[in-house]
């Protein structure tokens, strides 16, 4: 390079304060936008094998990229720009200075420490002090690269050199431009307040009727206000529910996700089908409602929050299309939303506000209705809301329905900040190590947020069934809204979903709409989940092996009998061994097997350990009294229908093993991130 073409800083006069403030806006740029495009591209990669077929969801990585670039923007141009008012004013009296080398210098080093170890917690199993390590490491490249590039500013055309920054600012701007429509159009931007477009698709009439399945997971009925709790949390459910068959006394198959949906989804009871804590997979050799439905012609399609419902657990098996939505959920993460979300700090813009993905569950659900309600097969479409599970994610604005300010900004402490991930606070310490670390106004802040989450889901489901409404198949639809399984919530002393037949977990919500049938009615007679296997293929008609008669009966014949005298039968299996091995008593209770027998009224509750309980639910709701000793006849009768109906529901009894640590490393990660594994 000849003298002509470079300049040295002797030759340069003074660096104005504006070459310092616009160097600054365009690293702010340019850094913000290669921050994005590379945390997007990981998160999409890490992601791949999760979606449909292997067709990359283009533009949710575009709406991810627009986030993260959008979020990197409103952080960094402010600090570059007091980092160069500072550097300019430590400068002035040296009339030869070039922002670019000090400038790029404070940029590594605030990357190093805010970004990097965000993105090697998200991204990795290394500890802290490795990540601690690898900041530093990091932080002092970036100062040590500083010093080389100030002498390549010296030797060069600096007007050159600006040049080419102007034109990487440029097409990062350009970059970010696109990602940022896309982002804006997505449910990424503001989860709370996104609805799905509206569509101009409209189904063409069909013989046969759709069928639309939706589970709010982890909800129990007493929380629900068309349920007749005093807060209203579910609002559309209320009007939807005038127009419904609901079961008053829908009693879960079982107190957790794959026992209670493989009971629903093949009619079968958890001692019938064997699932539980120490077997996660149901076997080949059962039939579910989808293997059924999509024999019989019917286009199927499960989309759900839960990774349980997945080919993991062959639980998704009998669906075309099965969509785990909680590892796309991924693709919406990255390093500031964790850096905040670990400091504890309330979301200032509502894109960092974060739901459980039930705006994204909706966003794939109306494309994929886009392209098959135009078909001539009927569809039967299988959702799955995670909202009201721990750790009970909902926006602010759902939040402030039943929360204080106050309780709102704790709200977001407890994710992560206070006591480590809420959720293993709640599922292991609160449980196995006693609820003392948490105060009464924290207890009430979950509590509180449990009914925000129940409240967004209400609204999600309105908007599903809109989405049949919008494209005029919604009058020919079957209906079907169930929850799995409750929450304990400082009920009985424990949290979560883990231990305990109690009906904090068993008592679910049940209710369905057929527009051609019975219409507004509610049926005291106790249902189970179960039953609906029966109920969804006897409504469209197909042939299938009738599961047996103490287990699965259709629905609406119960309701057009106006309800009927049953005991219905909830189960508890045991757990792994690696939580058999505690000596203490009351943990020793908490991991017993049980089995509980009830009949509307009374409820009678066998534990493996010996313990046996009776309730009258008429006068103690909330089972707090034993009253086992003031009912000898009550006692009798249950006693005595348990004993035949463990005679005639065959055990199921596993030829092949099955161990969760042959499973996918993603599952068993989702797994534990949601508490059903330890540590």
């Known amino acids: 390079m000849s003298g002509t073409d470079c300049q040295s800083e002797e030759s340069n006069p003074s660096t104005p304060l504006s070459r310092y403030l616009i160097v600054a806006l365009q690293l702010a740029v340019v850094g913000s936008t290669c921050l994005a495009l590379g945390e997007s591209l990981a998160a999409a990669f890490s992601s791949a094998k999760h979606f449909d077929n292997g067709r990359w969801p283009l533009r949710l990585i575009a709406a991810a990229c627009g986030k993260a670039a959008v979020t990197h923007m409103l952080l960094w141009t402010p600090l570059l720009i007091v980092a160069a008012l500072a550097i ?63 002498a390549l500013v010296r030797r060069c055309d600096e007007r050159r050199l600006f040049r080419a920054l102007r034109g990487c600012t440029l097409l990062a701007i350009l970059l970010s431009a696109g990602s940022g429509v896309a982002f804006v159009n997505s449910p990424f931007f503001n989860p709370g307040g996104y609805r799905v477009p509206t569509t101009n698709v409209t189904a063409p009439h069909r013989d046969r009727p759709h069928i639309l399945w939706i589970v709010m997971d982890t909800v129990r009925a007493d929380r629900m206000s068309c349920h007749g709790y005093d807060k209203l949390t579910t609002p559309f459910l209320n009007t939807w529910a005038e127009r419904s068959i609901v079961f008053n006394n829908a009693i879960g198959n079982g107190i957790w996700t794959v026992p209670s949906h493989a009971s629903m989804f093949t009619g079968l009871s958890v001692r019938g089908h064997g699932l539980g804590r120490d077997r996660t997979r149901l076997d080949e050799k059962f039939k579910t409602v989808a293997d059924v439905l999509s024999g019989d012609g019917y286009v199927t399609a499960s989309f759900s929050g839960n990774p349980w419902i997945s080919s993991n657990s062959r639980l998704s098996t009998g669906f075309e299309t099965a969509r785990v939505v909680y590892y796309l959920r991924h693709l919406n993460r990255f390093s500031l939303e964790f850096t905040m979300e670990s400091w504890g700090i309330t979301p200032p813009v509502p894109w960092l506000d974060r739901d459980f993905g039930g705006a994204m569950t909706n966003y794939l659900v109306s494309q994929w209705l886009d392209t098959h309600a135009k078909g001539n097969a009927p569809l039967f479409l ?182 009927e005298e049953r005991i219905v039968i909830s189960e508890c299996r045991s757990f792994p061994d690696k939580i058999k091995k505690t000596t203490e008593p009351v943990n020793s209770h908490l991991i017993t097997p049980q089995v509980t027998a009830q009949d509307g009224r009374f409820k009678y509750m066998v534990s493996g350990d010996g313990m046996v309980e009776l309730f009258d639910l008429t006068t103690d709701p909330h089972e707090t009294r034993n009253v086992y000793a003031d009912y000898p006849a009550q006692v009798d009768r249950l006693t005595a229908y348990i004993r035949e109906w463990m005679d005639n529901v065959t055990a199921f009894s596993p030829s092949d093993s099955d161990t969760i640590e042959d499973a996918d490393p993603d599952f068993i990660e989702a797994l534990r991130g949601l508490g059903y594994l330890g540590d």
């Open 382 to 563: 299988f959702v799955n809301y995670m909202e009201a599970h721990l750790p009970y994610a909902v926006p602010q604005s759902y939040q402030r329905t039943f929360m204080t300010d106050k309780q709102v900004k704790r709200s977001y402490q407890l994710r992560l900040n206070a006591f480590g991930p809420i959720v293993g606070a709640m599922d292991k310490r609160f449980n196995l190590e006693g609820g003392s670390f948490l105060n009464r106004f924290d207890r009430e802040v979950l509590k509180r947020q449990y009914e925000s989450a129940i409240r967004y889901a209400d609204e999600r489901v309105r908007e599903l069934i809109g989405m049949f409404q919008q494209r005029g198949m919604l009058e020919n639809t079957l209906v079907i809204i169930v929850s799995d399984h409750g929450e304990h919530l400082d009920t009985h002393g424990l949290w979560s979903h883990r231990f305990l037949a109690y009906n904090d977990l068993t008592h679910v919500t049940l209710m369905i709409r057929d527009p051609g049938r019975i219409d507004g009615l509610r049926i005291e007679t106790p249902v189970q989940p179960s039953d609906l296997f029966s109920t969804v293929l006897q409504f469209a008609g197909s042939t299938f092996d009738r599961p047996s008669p103490y287990v699965s009966r259709d629905l609406f014949a119960v309701a057009e009998r106006g309800g």
């Open 88 to 150: 300019f004013k430590i400068r002035r009296a040296r009339i030869r200075s070039t922002p670019i080398p000090a400038l790029f210098a404070v940029f590594v080093v605030l990357i190093a420490v805010v970004v990097v170890p965000a993105d090697l917690n998200l991204a990795t199993k290394l500890g802290q002090s490795v990540i601690l390590a690898i900041s530093g490491a990091f932080a002092l490249l970036g100062l040590l690269l500083a010093f080389p590039l100030r």
